[in-house]
């Protein structure tokens, strides 16, 4: 492992003080699972990407694709958006800007890199996505592990686990304030959110018609708070969609972070006519 590149970037961010910082391995085709934890262990972030050579028979652009897996500090996770984001920034600053073609756990996630304005951006577009309701007896639990009334969520965001790579519990706060109040029960929120096998939970207030303010508790990954979630960006725009809350097509944009000081901005873009949802950003090294 000593000989392994590590690459630091933060994604949906070009402040290196903002967004979320993510590992990136573009070669990790000597590491078996043990070292890839080690290494995401070490680095603290809440997701490292690690990049091995593309499965048989996956397409995409000759040198452009690649199989992907994503480990928090305590565990592989199925889908990382702001580890794709930043991975696939990392790499365009090698190779170009272009199509990329990601075999990951949950499956084929192509990405775009374009320039713009000097700096790189990069586009996910999910898998398919889907959500499901969460009975009573665990969202009561989710609110006394978060320690919120249920007079505090708003009623026009019904509460759902949302998916698009990863499953995600998405909570609407009644108020800007109850969603900056964040002081919850770490083990009990992580060992209800290991039961529904949840990624985060994605508390979300509405600043405007397609504006949000989001937050994610990461206690399964080993975090208090994912600062910019990519994944979950995804798979709120699928259940806002569904719900009819916002437009078939439509782009949203997501304010994460700030109250954790690390200001980033997530888009989020849906199309009709397609179920998946396209999540983009930028990401800058953080040296």
Known sequence: ?????????????????????????LDASGLDDAA??????????SETAFLTAPPEGLGGQEGRSFTTR?????????FCGHATIATAVALGERIG??????????????????AED?????????????????GDADLTEALAALDWPR?????????RIAYAGARHLVLGAATRARLADLDYDFARLEALMHRLDLTTVQLVHRAGPAEFHVRDPFPVGGVVEDPATGAAAAAFGAYARELGLVPAGAELTLHQGADMGRPGVLTVELREGDARVRVSGTAVSIT
Not at 36 to 45: D, P, Q, S, T, V
Not at 151 to 159: G, K, R
């Open 70 to 78: 994503y480990f928090s500090p305590k565990a592989e996770v199925p």
């Open 151 to 159: 007079a505090d969520l708003d009623p026009a965001f019904p509460p």
């Open 1 to 25: 492992m000593t000989d392994t590149e590590v690459l630091r970037y933060t994604a949906f961010s070009v402040d290196p003080n903002g967004g979320n910082p993510a590992g990136v391995v």
């Open 36 to 45: 890839m934890l080690e290494i995401a262990a070490g680095l603290g972030y």
């Open 97 to 114: 800007p272009g199509e990329l073609l990601l075999a990951t756990p949950a499956g084929t996630v192509p990405v775009s890199v374009t």
């Open 118 to 134: 000097g700096r790189l951006r990069a586009t996910l577009t999910s898998v398919e996505p889907h959500t499901e309701e969460i």
